[in-house]
């Protein structure tokens, strides 16, 4: 199970480079955080329990941010640089 955290790390990784070279600072940010938590995770050789509890709050704080950005914080027909 540590190594899957090591791909989601490899994976956010690729998506923070990404980011930043599509000139999007803030999100790369975001995801090279989120790489670095995941590598982190990865090394500390906790039990599959564990590592599936961290992953399903992660999800969660995940879907409720998203859930919360896209409800109250998106202007519905308003897109920028077009």
């Not at 995801?31 to 090394?43: A, D, E, I, K, P």
């Not at 704080?61 to 109250?72: E, L, S």
Request: aromatic letters at 26%; charged letters at 10%.
């Amino acid at each position: 199970m540590d190594r899957m955290f090591r791909v989601l790390g490899f994976w956010t990784g690729i998506f923070a480079v990404m980011f930043y070279l599509g000139d999007m600072k803030t999100t790369s940010l975001l995801f090279f955080g989120q790489t670095v938590f995941f590598v982190f995770l990865s090394y500390l050789k906790l039990s599959e329990r564990m590592y599936i509890y961290i992953f399903g709050a992660y999800l969660t704080i995940f879907f409720v941010g998203f859930t919360y950005w896209t409800t109250f914080m998106m202007i519905p027909g308003q897109a920028t640089g077009h």
